[in-house]
């Protein structure tokens, strides 16, 4: 199958680093028009030389900023067709015991992993609904699904969040033509966070972790990027509400 997605026009964010940025590549070679939106504004420049593409540093925790976004791209394409939701992550925060767990640590990490994904849908839902057709995919991840390697409460339970945002945001726009699905990936090495995760193992837990996943290793950005791409295209018109773990087979 030879996903092509010429003429179509996407938003990837989380796009300075990591699984961001492999999707935004692959989005690219497949002939769609690609916008890149990040916190890391520097990081972003750099993703946005590489690629060809224009790039809109952005807080997308912030309502009208997301929604601004939307309406720019609008304005300069006249269409936006994809939103592959990749921005993210744990924010430099560690596991630690319940009790610990402050106000501000939470909340931040439901505006890092939900809140940007909602406000960014909400925002271009009218458009979606008027084109008839449109693609939102979002990168949640295995914890999403069940308790998180990391510990960490607020990740857990916002990636839970995504993934139900995921689902509603499916039966309210189906009618419409536009799906809505998530990915879930394991451990990818792409960042400070997941590397200094993966050292915090020590060999011994790394060789189990490995020993947990039916493919005996851990994958790489571009493995999530080509599941994000079949949601992404016209042969997936027919799935939607969907996760599907990107994990190597996690036992």
């Known amino acids: 199958m030879r996903i092509r997605l010429d003429g179509r026009v996407a938003l990837v964010t989380g796009a300075a680093q990591g699984i961001g940025q492999a999707i935004a590549r692959s989005l690219r070679e497949a002939g769609a028009r690609i916008h890149l939106t990040d916190l890391d504004a520097d990081g972003l420049a750099v993703a946005g030389e590489n690629l060809q593409a224009r790039t809109h540093p952005c807080d997308l925790a912030d309502r009208a900023a997301a929604h601004a976004l939307v309406a720019r791209i609008l304005a300069e394409e006249g269409r936006l067709d994809i939103l592959a939701l990749a921005a ?14 402050t106000e501000e640590d939470w909340h931040r ?3 890092a992993n939900v809140d940007g994904a909602f406000w960014l849908a909400q925002g271009a839902a009218p458009h979606f609904r008027q084109s ?11 914890a999403g699904l069940r308790p998180s390697l990391t510990g960490i409460h607020a990740y857990t339970a916002s990636k839970h969040a995504l993934v139900g945002t995921v ?7 189906g009618p419409h033509g536009t799906t809505v699905n998530a990915v879930a990936p394991g451990l990818i090495l792409t960042n400070p966070a997941t590397h200094a995760q993966w050292e915090a193992y020590g060999p011994e837990g790394q060789q189990r972790l490995l020993d947990s996943l039916h493919t005996r290793r851990l994958g790489k950005a571009e493995d999530v990027a080509a599941a994000v791409m079949f949601l992404a295209s016209e042969q997936a018109g027919w799935i939607t509400g969907q996760v599907i773990p990107v994990d190597g087979g996690r036992l």
């Open 167 to 173: 689902r509603q945001l499916s039966w309210e726009l």
């Open 109 to 111: 990490l439901f505006q």
């Open 132 to 142: 008839g057709w449109g693609r939102i995919v979002a990168v949640a991840s295995s």
């Open 88 to 101: 993210g992550g744990v924010r430099g925060q560690v596991g630690r015991p319940i009790e610990e767990v």
